[in-house]
Structures are given as structure tokens and as C-alpha cells.
């Protein structure tokens, strides 16, 4: 039938739109450099989506450099190899990372920050390493990375590095992974947020976008990104007042919401597929109908608006067009946001799950006026919104979980009671 392919053609123009938006990106430009065993590969892995390290193509691109990037991300990384190797080793390892920053110079590839990585343990630096790190901190922002950085040992590294005033933006002590020292004690992992606040200092404007979409230790900057730009979009699409948009007629809606949508996306950078959005769009919807955005979605959002009774004549004025597509849009982020969480921790994602998330979320988001949206943003801003939505969706997984698996958790804490009474 032709409403089932009009669906589709919605999801597939979304889906299109998106990764258009993504390879038109300029991407952001990195190098890692580092002795090798710092933990290189375990920071890209986590700062960046998809594990990168392991999954993006590690082309060599001379004989100690390496080039990461994938299609789907618009990133390039470059990371050494040997400088912890003999003397001669080092000089070449050197000689092609000043002439890579030479060649791209002033080019669309030009290398925009190096992240240079000394394990923070390690509590000294070789003139070797401060040579190499003075040099390229005079072409290019160079960011001194302390990995696995654990207690008070590193912070003095960090104190004693500041005091020497190299040339560097920024020091930063990480832990990109939780590091176990016994079976009952863990350093949680911390401070990949914090560079990615300093890398997006020291970048150029125009690849922040990029650099926002590859990283994925910010969630809610992801999300404080592409609420500030649909405010914008809804503001200037409707208007304020009283522009009569005739709902009836899907056109004039749909295209706006699928580059909504698809922008929103781009913004995010998630590995969507065409069942995600399709579980996302069908939530607000409906299964059963033809256009899924645009009239559908009105005509559900007016069950949702208290007192707005029926329609007449089809017509519906720009702010409730406003109000509908708001809405839309920051349960579309709140969704975005739970998925890129979920990536992150590489936990699967139940579709299901995601359709009904969107559902309850709508329904709430379109009850809410101006000063509680505004509110909505800055709780996002501080974590404490993206918890919420994380919650709600771990409800509805707790809520739709045979009854065994419910009762698990409990029996487990039975036993563990009853052992430390013994
Ligand atoms: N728990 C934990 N382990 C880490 C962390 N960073 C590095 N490691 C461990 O240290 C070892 C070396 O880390 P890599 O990330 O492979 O180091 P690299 O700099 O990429 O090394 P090369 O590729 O040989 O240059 C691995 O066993 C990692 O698991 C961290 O933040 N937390
Ligand atoms: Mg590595």
C-alpha cells in the first residue's frame, strides 16, 4: 500500500538527511602521541564513540604514524608509535609528526589539538618528551594528558608539571577505564568530561559541531547543543501567535520535523539504525498511521493538550504547531540521550523500550509551558534530567521482565543477609 511506503520514505529521508549532515561536517583533527602502553588506545576508546581505537581503520600513514577514522564519525586521529624506542627511532617519530602538522597546515585536515599522554604514575618526564611536547606546542594546542591517573601521587605529578610552565594549554589527569587495585576497591573513571570542556576551548568554531557529535563522555552537552539549536528551529519556523497552519495538510509540517529530527541527530552522532527511529517516530505517531509526523502527530498531541478540544476546520495556529513540535523535539533528545548513554556503557537497546520511553516522555513534554521547558534544560545541563529519563527507562525494563528475573535481585540480597548474619 502507498501509506506504509510514505512511512518508510519518512524514516529513510531522516536517516538520509542525517548522514548527509554528518559526511558535510568538517571533521575535528587529532593527535594522540605517547610511549606506548600510556593508555592511548583505552582514552580514544572512551572519549570517542564505537571504540574507535579497535574498530575505526588504523591506516598507516608513514612508518610511526597512524591514521583512526571512520565514516559514520566525523574524526581523524593520529597516533604515534616508538618514541619510547632508541634515540634515532625517536628522531623520526618526531620528524613525521611536525611534518604532518606542516603538510595539512592552513587545510581542511589541519591538526587542531594533539593530546600528549604520560602515564601519571610514571611521576617523571624525560627531556626527550619535554622537547617533543615544547616543539609541538609551538604549531598547534597541545593538551598533557596524565593517564591512569590513581590518588595523591598524581596530583603532585600535576602540581610538578604546572610548576615547570611548559607551553601546554591545559593538564589534565584522566582515567578512561575503572581501574580495579583489589577484588573490593575501584577507581571509578573520571576527568574524560573535563578534557572534552578544554579540548572545545582550544578548537576552531567550526569543527566544535564535529567534535561534539565523535565524543561521548558529555551526554548532556550533546543534548544542552541540540535543545539550544530546536529552540532556535521552532522559533523561527512558526513564529509566535496565531499563523494559521492547515494540519490537514501534512506538507508543510512533515519536512520540518524530519529536519528536526535528522538535525538532532547529526548533533547527537549515534549509530542509528532504521528500526531505532522508526521505534521513536511510531511512538508519537502511531503505529497504524499513514504520515506518522505531521498530521498524525498533531492529531495525537491535541489528545495530550489539556482543554484543547477539538480542531476546527483543520487549521491550528503556530503556537500550538510550536508547542507540538517542542515537544517533540525534547523528548527526541531525551530519547537520543538515553541511547547514547546506553552506547556508551555498551549495553544493548531494547526497542520496545525505547518506543514507550518516547511515548510517556511526549505525553509529559507537551503539558509543559516555556518557564518549565526552560527549567527542564538547566536540570539537563546539570545530569540530573538525562537520570531521570535513564530511570524511566529502567522502570519499563524492571516493569516488562518475567517475574524470575524480577524476584532475582531480591532472592540475592535474602542470601547476602543471611551470610553476613553468619
Ligand atoms: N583500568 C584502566 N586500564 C588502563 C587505562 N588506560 C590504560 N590502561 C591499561 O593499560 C594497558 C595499555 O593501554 P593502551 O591503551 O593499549 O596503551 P597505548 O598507549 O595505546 O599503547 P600502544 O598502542 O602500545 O602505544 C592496557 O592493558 C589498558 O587496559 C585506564 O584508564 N584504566
Ligand atoms: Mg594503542
Known amino acids: 500500500m502507498k501509506l506504509s511506503g510514505d512511512k518508510l520514505?519518512?524514516?529513510q529521508e531522516i536517516l538520509d538527511k542525517t548522514e548527509k549532515e554528518v559526511e558535510n561536517m568538517d571533521p575535528v583533527n587529532i593527535l594522540i602521541a605517547g610511549k606506548t602502553g600510556v593508555g592511548k588506545s583505552t582514552l580514544i576508546n572512551n572519549i570517542f564513540r564505537e571504540k574507535l581505537a579497535d574498530t575505526g581503520i588504523g591506516k598507516p600513514v608513514t612508518k610511526h604514524l597512524?591514521?583512526?577514522?571512520?565514516?559514520s564519525i566525523p574524526i581523524v586521529l593520529y597516533d604515534t608509535r616508538g618514541l619510547e624506542l632508541e634515540q634515532s627511532i625517536q628522531n623520526q617519530v618526531k620528524q613525521e609528526v611536525f611534518d604532518l602538522i606542516k603538510k595539512h597546515k592552513n587545510s581542511q585536515e589541519a591538526i587542531h589539538v594533539a593530546y600528549y599522554c604520560i602515564q601519571a604514575t610514571s611521576s617523571r618526564i624525560e627531556d626527550m618528551e619535554l622537547?617533543?611536547?615544547?616543539?609541538?606546542?609551538?604549531?598547534?594546542?597541545?593538551?598533557l594528558v596524565l593517564t591512569q591517573a590513581i590518588g595523591k601521587p598524581a596530583e603532585e605529578f600535576k602540581r610538578y608539571l604546572e610548576n615547570m610552565n611548559l607551553p601546554v594549554a591545559a593538564i589534565q589527569t584522566i582515567m578512561s577505564e575503572p581501574y580495579e587495585i583489589s577484588d573490593d576497591y575501584v577507581i571509578p573513571a573520571f576527568g574524560l568530561k573535563e578534557l572534552v570542556a578544554k579540548s572545545l576551548q582550544l578548537i576552531p568554531k567550526d569543527v566544535q559541531k564535529a567534535f561534539t557529535n565523535a565524543q561521548q563522555a558529555d551526554i548532556e552537552k550533546k543534548a544542552k547543543d541540540a535543545r539550544r539549536w530546536a529552540t532556535r528551529y521552532v522559533a523561527t519556523s512558526f513564529g509566535v501567535g496565531f499563523i494559521p497552519i492547515p494540519f490537514s495538510d501534512a506538507s508543510v509540517l512533515v519536512p520540518m520535523q524530519i529536519t528536526l529530527l535528522a538535525h538532532i541527530t547529526a548533533i547527537f552522532g549515534i549509530s542509528l539504525d532504521k528500526s531505532t527511529i522508526v521505534s521513536i517516530v511510531a511512538a508519537v505517531g502511531g503505529t497504524s498511521s499513514a504520515t506518522l509526523l505531521g498530521k498524525t502527530l498533531v492529531a495525537n498531541a491535541f489528545k495530550f493538550i489539556p482543554g484543547a478540544g477539538t480542531i476546527v476546520g483543520g487549521i491550528i495556529s503556530g503556537t500550538t504547531a510550536s508547542v507540538v513540535t517542542s515537544a517533540l523535539a525534547i523528548s527526541y533528545i531525551e530519547v537520543l540521550s538515553v541511547i547514547s548513554a546506553k552506547e556508551k556503557a555498551g549495553e544493548s537497546i531494547d526497542l520496545s523500550l525505547i518506543e514507550k520511553l518516547m511515548t510517556r516522555q511526549f505525553k509529559k513534554n507537551i503539558k509543559l509551558n516555556r518557564k518549565q521547558i526552560n527549567n527542564k534544560e538547566l536540570e539537563f545541563e546539570e545530569?540530573?534530567?538525562l537520570e531521570t529519563a535513564l530511570n524511566e527507562y529502567d522502570i519499563q525494563q524492571n516493569q516488562s521482565l518475567p517475574f524470575y528475573k524480577k524476584i532475582i535481585p531480591t532472592i540475592?540480597?535474602?542470601?547476602e543477609k543471611h551470610q553476613n548474619k553468619h
Do not use: F, H, M, Y
Open 383 to 385: 545530569g540530573s534530567e
Open 66 to 71: 597512524r591514521k583512526i577514522s571512520k565514516q
Open 9 to 11: 520514505n519518512v524514516i
Open 131 to 143: 622537547e617533543l611536547i615544547r616543539d609541538i606546542a609551538d604549531k598547534i594546542p597541545v593538551i
Open 412 to 415: 540475592k540480597k535474602t542470601i
